[in-house]
Antibody
Protein backbone atom coordinates (compact mmCIF):
# COMPACT_ATOMS: atom_id res chain seq x y z
CA UNK A 1 0.00 0.00 0.00
CA UNK A 2 1.34 3.39 -1.03
CA UNK A 3 1.84 5.71 1.93
CA UNK A 4 2.99 9.33 1.82
CA UNK A 5 3.42 11.19 5.11
CA UNK A 6 4.21 14.89 5.07
CA UNK A 7 5.72 16.83 7.96
CA UNK A 8 7.27 20.18 8.77
CA UNK A 9 4.31 22.50 8.46
CA UNK A 10 4.25 25.29 11.06
CA UNK A 11 3.39 28.95 11.52
CA UNK A 12 6.18 31.11 10.06
CA UNK A 13 6.62 34.85 9.65
CA UNK A 14 6.59 36.54 6.23
CA UNK A 15 10.06 36.40 4.72
CA UNK A 16 10.92 33.28 6.68
CA UNK A 17 12.01 29.82 5.56
CA UNK A 18 10.71 26.31 6.07
CA UNK A 19 11.55 22.80 4.91
CA UNK A 20 8.80 20.27 4.32
CA UNK A 21 9.48 16.53 4.23
CA UNK A 22 7.55 13.59 2.83
CA UNK A 23 8.27 9.99 3.85
CA UNK A 24 7.27 7.47 1.19
CA UNK A 25 6.61 3.74 1.52
CA UNK A 26 4.77 0.94 -0.23
CA UNK A 27 6.36 1.45 -3.66
CA UNK A 28 9.81 1.63 -5.23
CA UNK A 29 10.47 5.29 -4.51
CA UNK A 30 13.36 5.77 -6.94
CA UNK A 31 11.24 4.51 -9.84
CA UNK A 32 8.91 7.51 -9.74
CA UNK A 33 8.86 11.28 -10.11
CA UNK A 34 7.22 13.14 -7.22
CA UNK A 35 5.07 16.27 -6.87
CA UNK A 36 4.23 18.93 -4.32
CA UNK A 37 0.71 20.36 -4.64
CA UNK A 38 -0.87 22.93 -2.34
CA UNK A 39 -4.36 24.03 -1.42
CA UNK A 40 -5.05 27.38 0.22
CA UNK A 41 -7.89 27.39 2.76
CA UNK A 42 -11.20 27.07 0.95
CA UNK A 43 -9.52 27.15 -2.47
CA UNK A 44 -8.66 24.70 -5.25
CA UNK A 45 -5.57 22.64 -5.95
CA UNK A 46 -2.42 24.42 -7.12
CA UNK A 47 0.52 22.44 -8.48
CA UNK A 48 3.82 23.58 -6.96
CA UNK A 49 6.70 21.44 -8.19
CA UNK A 50 7.82 18.16 -9.78
CA UNK A 51 11.10 16.27 -9.47
CA UNK A 52 12.24 13.40 -11.68
CA UNK A 53 13.02 9.94 -10.31
CA UNK A 54 16.71 10.70 -9.99
CA UNK A 55 16.45 14.37 -9.02
CA UNK A 56 18.06 15.39 -12.28
CA UNK A 57 15.09 17.41 -13.54
CA UNK A 58 12.95 19.80 -11.54
CA UNK A 59 9.97 21.94 -12.52
CA UNK A 60 8.21 24.75 -10.68
CA UNK A 61 5.07 26.84 -10.83
CA UNK A 62 5.77 30.47 -11.69
CA UNK A 63 4.37 31.50 -8.30
CA UNK A 64 7.20 29.75 -6.43
CA UNK A 65 10.06 29.78 -8.94
CA UNK A 66 13.23 31.17 -7.41
CA UNK A 67 11.89 30.81 -3.84
CA UNK A 68 11.15 27.09 -3.47
CA UNK A 69 13.49 24.14 -4.12
CA UNK A 70 12.34 20.55 -4.49
CA UNK A 71 14.76 17.72 -3.74
CA UNK A 72 14.79 14.03 -2.86
CA UNK A 73 16.93 11.46 -1.10
CA UNK A 74 16.28 8.07 -2.67
CA UNK A 75 18.38 6.32 0.01
CA UNK A 76 15.86 7.58 2.58
CA UNK A 77 12.70 7.31 0.44
CA UNK A 78 12.13 10.97 1.15
CA UNK A 79 10.98 14.07 -0.72
CA UNK A 80 11.63 17.64 0.41
CA UNK A 81 10.48 21.18 -0.31
CA UNK A 82 12.71 24.04 0.83
CA UNK A 83 10.57 27.18 1.03
CA UNK A 84 12.29 30.59 1.28
CA UNK A 85 11.05 34.18 1.24
CA UNK A 86 7.62 33.01 2.36
CA UNK A 87 4.60 35.20 1.71
CA UNK A 88 1.09 35.28 3.14
CA UNK A 89 -0.20 33.82 -0.12
CA UNK A 90 1.92 30.69 0.45
CA UNK A 91 -0.40 29.76 3.33
CA UNK A 92 -1.84 26.38 2.37
CA UNK A 93 -2.06 22.67 3.01
CA UNK A 94 0.90 21.14 1.17
CA UNK A 95 0.46 17.68 -0.31
CA UNK A 96 3.18 15.30 -1.38
CA UNK A 97 2.05 13.16 -4.33
CA UNK A 98 3.47 10.27 -6.34
CA UNK A 99 3.61 10.74 -10.09
CA UNK A 100 1.66 8.48 -12.37
CA UNK A 101 4.45 7.35 -14.66
CA UNK A 102 4.28 8.83 -18.11
CA UNK A 103 1.61 11.41 -17.32
CA UNK A 104 3.38 13.98 -15.12
CA UNK A 105 0.28 14.15 -12.93
CA UNK A 106 -0.24 12.62 -9.49
CA UNK A 107 -1.91 9.38 -8.59
CA UNK A 108 -1.40 8.82 -4.85
CA UNK A 109 -1.53 11.71 -2.37
CA UNK A 110 -0.50 12.18 1.25
CA UNK A 111 -2.73 13.80 3.85
CA UNK A 112 -0.90 17.12 3.73
CA UNK A 113 0.95 19.42 6.14
CA UNK A 114 -0.29 22.93 6.93
CA UNK A 115 1.93 25.94 6.38
CA UNK A 116 0.72 29.26 7.76
CA UNK A 117 2.60 32.44 6.90
CA UNK A 118 1.59 35.14 9.34
CA UNK A 119 3.12 37.75 11.59
CA UNK B 1 -8.10 31.99 -12.74
CA UNK B 2 -7.17 28.43 -13.76
CA UNK B 3 -5.93 27.62 -17.26
CA UNK B 4 -8.26 24.59 -17.16
CA UNK B 5 -11.87 25.74 -16.93
CA UNK B 6 -14.45 23.80 -14.93
CA UNK B 7 -17.96 24.82 -13.88
CA UNK B 8 -17.91 25.94 -10.22
CA UNK B 9 -20.82 23.71 -9.28
CA UNK B 10 -23.18 21.04 -10.56
CA UNK B 11 -26.10 19.32 -8.92
CA UNK B 12 -28.46 16.42 -9.53
CA UNK B 13 -30.79 14.12 -7.64
CA UNK B 14 -29.78 10.72 -6.23
CA UNK B 15 -29.75 8.05 -8.92
CA UNK B 16 -29.36 10.57 -11.72
CA UNK B 17 -26.37 11.26 -13.97
CA UNK B 18 -24.11 14.31 -14.00
CA UNK B 19 -21.25 15.45 -16.21
CA UNK B 20 -18.40 17.82 -15.35
CA UNK B 21 -16.48 19.51 -18.13
CA UNK B 22 -12.84 20.61 -18.24
CA UNK B 23 -11.77 22.94 -21.02
CA UNK B 24 -8.15 23.62 -21.93
CA UNK B 25 -6.03 24.19 -25.02
CA UNK B 26 -3.70 22.47 -27.44
CA UNK B 27 -0.79 23.12 -25.08
CA UNK B 28 -2.33 21.01 -22.33
CA UNK B 29 -5.41 18.80 -22.77
CA UNK B 30 -5.03 18.71 -26.53
CA UNK B 31 -1.69 16.90 -26.32
CA UNK B 32 -1.64 15.18 -22.94
CA UNK B 33 -3.61 12.71 -20.86
CA UNK B 34 -6.26 14.02 -18.47
CA UNK B 35 -6.76 12.79 -14.91
CA UNK B 36 -9.73 13.38 -12.63
CA UNK B 37 -9.66 13.60 -8.84
CA UNK B 38 -12.32 13.44 -6.15
CA UNK B 39 -11.82 15.36 -2.92
CA UNK B 40 -14.31 14.50 -0.21
CA UNK B 41 -14.72 17.14 2.54
CA UNK B 42 -11.67 17.28 4.80
CA UNK B 43 -9.68 14.65 2.90
CA UNK B 44 -6.86 14.46 0.37
CA UNK B 45 -7.64 14.18 -3.34
CA UNK B 46 -8.13 10.69 -4.74
CA UNK B 47 -7.48 9.60 -8.33
CA UNK B 48 -10.70 8.66 -10.13
CA UNK B 49 -9.68 8.59 -13.80
CA UNK B 50 -6.28 8.46 -15.52
CA UNK B 51 -5.21 8.44 -19.19
CA UNK B 52 -8.50 10.21 -20.07
CA UNK B 53 -10.80 7.26 -19.46
CA UNK B 54 -9.20 4.55 -17.32
CA UNK B 55 -10.27 3.77 -13.76
CA UNK B 56 -7.83 2.70 -11.03
CA UNK B 57 -8.59 -0.50 -9.20
CA UNK B 58 -11.44 0.01 -6.75
CA UNK B 59 -13.12 2.90 -8.57
CA UNK B 60 -16.67 1.86 -9.53
CA UNK B 61 -17.74 1.93 -13.16
CA UNK B 62 -20.28 4.64 -12.28
CA UNK B 63 -17.36 6.99 -12.92
CA UNK B 64 -16.22 7.51 -16.51
CA UNK B 65 -13.98 9.87 -18.41
CA UNK B 66 -13.68 11.04 -21.98
CA UNK B 67 -11.64 13.50 -24.00
CA UNK B 68 -12.28 15.24 -27.29
CA UNK B 69 -9.85 17.77 -28.68
CA UNK B 70 -9.04 20.30 -25.98
CA UNK B 71 -11.83 19.33 -23.58
CA UNK B 72 -12.46 16.46 -21.20
CA UNK B 73 -15.54 15.27 -19.36
CA UNK B 74 -16.13 13.33 -16.17
CA UNK B 75 -19.40 11.42 -15.95
CA UNK B 76 -20.99 10.03 -12.83
CA UNK B 77 -24.08 7.82 -13.04
CA UNK B 78 -26.32 6.47 -10.29
CA UNK B 79 -25.51 9.43 -8.04
CA UNK B 80 -25.20 8.76 -4.33
CA UNK B 81 -25.06 11.21 -1.43
CA UNK B 82 -21.54 9.93 -0.78
CA UNK B 83 -20.48 11.35 -4.14
CA UNK B 84 -20.83 14.90 -2.80
CA UNK B 85 -17.32 16.28 -3.18
CA UNK B 86 -15.09 18.61 -5.14
CA UNK B 87 -13.87 17.24 -8.47
CA UNK B 88 -10.72 18.40 -10.27
CA UNK B 89 -9.29 17.71 -13.69
CA UNK B 90 -5.52 17.66 -14.14
CA UNK B 91 -3.04 17.45 -16.97
CA UNK B 92 0.48 18.42 -18.07
CA UNK B 93 1.20 21.57 -20.04
CA UNK B 94 3.86 22.40 -22.66
CA UNK B 95 5.09 25.15 -20.33
CA UNK B 96 6.52 22.27 -18.27
CA UNK B 97 4.02 22.53 -15.47
CA UNK B 98 1.15 20.43 -14.21
CA UNK B 99 -2.25 22.06 -14.21
CA UNK B 100 -5.44 21.55 -12.25
CA UNK B 101 -8.87 22.90 -13.04
CA UNK B 102 -10.50 25.28 -10.59
CA UNK B 103 -12.65 22.48 -9.22
CA UNK B 104 -16.34 21.65 -9.38
CA UNK B 105 -18.49 21.17 -6.31
CA UNK B 106 -21.02 18.37 -6.78
CA UNK B 107 -24.22 18.57 -4.77
CA UNK B 108 -26.52 15.55 -4.67
CA UNK B 109 -29.93 17.04 -3.94
Amino acid sequence: EVQLVESGGVVVQPGGSLRLSCAASGFTFDDYAMHWVRQAPGKGLEWVSLISWDGGSTYYADSVKGRFTISRDNSKNSLYLQMNSLRAEDTALYYCAKDRRGENTPDYWGQGTLVTVSS
Amino acid sequence: QSVLTQPPSVSAAPGQKVTISCSGSSSNIGNNYVSWYQQLPGTAPKLLIYENNKRPSGIPDRFSGSKSGTSATLGITGLQTGDEADYYCGTWDSSLSALFGGGTKLTVL
